[in-house]
């Protein structure tokens, strides 16, 4: 099997260095119960709202699904109310990271290993928030140094979501990096499409909640970041 000569890893957060999304789900519910709300998503419900990249973008369409008079009120995914909750959810997700209820997917922690003795640029775009993504870094000192990141790119750094490829082209940009010379690394359609729209080849990883999304666009699909590691540097 061929691998990748590149100066540049780029890496998605949710699903792709962990998996996340389950603890994003309990603390979504765990938020709209301290808000007296009487909503609660299942595994089916996150797995279907996932498909609207943002967490505050996924309240709303969900409000509108199930309360449209009350989405009939709301200023879209920047109303105070859906940003005092989602807010909340991110603290509850930070505290739950902190307290090592989230482990690293297979492979991760030796991929940026071996990027980074082989001098390849190391790189986070997330439309996810930084302090989820600083939560999951502080979590994992040894395996994900923060110091061994050029830059994060995160949800409030750009004004568009996955799909769109504005974050690809921001990290590129602060790499310094051809989209050529570096590789995405995703668990989702919407992070591949966001890659490939800025010209960056990407590995999909499917992950838990992403298994039966299609993945056509992608470079190459492995089973896990295990798979990519020996594909380095060739």
């Known amino acids: 099997m061929t691998g990748f000569s590149l100066d540049a890893l780029i890496l998605d957060v949710d ?47 969900f409000v ?14 920047e109303d105070p109310f859906v940003r005092r ?17 989230v482990a690293l997917c297979p492979g991760i922690a030796e991929l940026v290993r071996r990027a980074r ?23 994992h000192p040894e395996a994900l140094p923060r110091a ?13 979501k996955k799909p769109d490829p504005e974050v690809y082209r921001l990290a590129l940009e602060r790499l310094g990096v051809r989209p050529d010379r570096a590789l995405a690394v995703e668990d989702s359609t919407n ?4 890659a490939k729209g800025a010209g960056v080849p990407v590995v999909a990883i499917p992950s838990l909640y992403t298994a039966g999304d299609d993945f056509s666009a992608a470079d190459r699909v492995l089973e896990s970041a295990a798979e990519l590691v020996p594909l380095l540097g060739r």
């Open 117 to 139: 003795e082989l001098g390849i640029a190391l790189a986070i775009a997330t439309t996810t928030s930084r302090a989820n993504v600083e939560a999951l870094l502080d979590a």
């Open 64 to 77: 509108g699904e199930v309360e449209p008079e009350r989405a009939a009120a709301l200023a879209g995914h």
């Open 15 to 61: 699903g792709t260095l962990a998996e996340t999304e389950e603890l994003h789900r309990l603390c979504f519910n765990r938020a709209f119960a301290e808000a007296g709300l009487p909503w609660s998503w299942s595994v089916a419900d996150y797995r279907r709202l996932l498909a609207t990249t943002g967490g505050r973008e996924r309240i709303v369409r």
């Open 191 to 194: 992070g591949v499409l966001a």
């Open 148 to 160: 061994w990141f050029a830059t994060l790119v995160c949800g409030e750094d750009t004004g568009r």
């Open 85 to 101: 909750l989602h807010a909340r959810k991110t603290e509850l997700y930070a505290e739950g990271v902190r307290r090592g209820e």
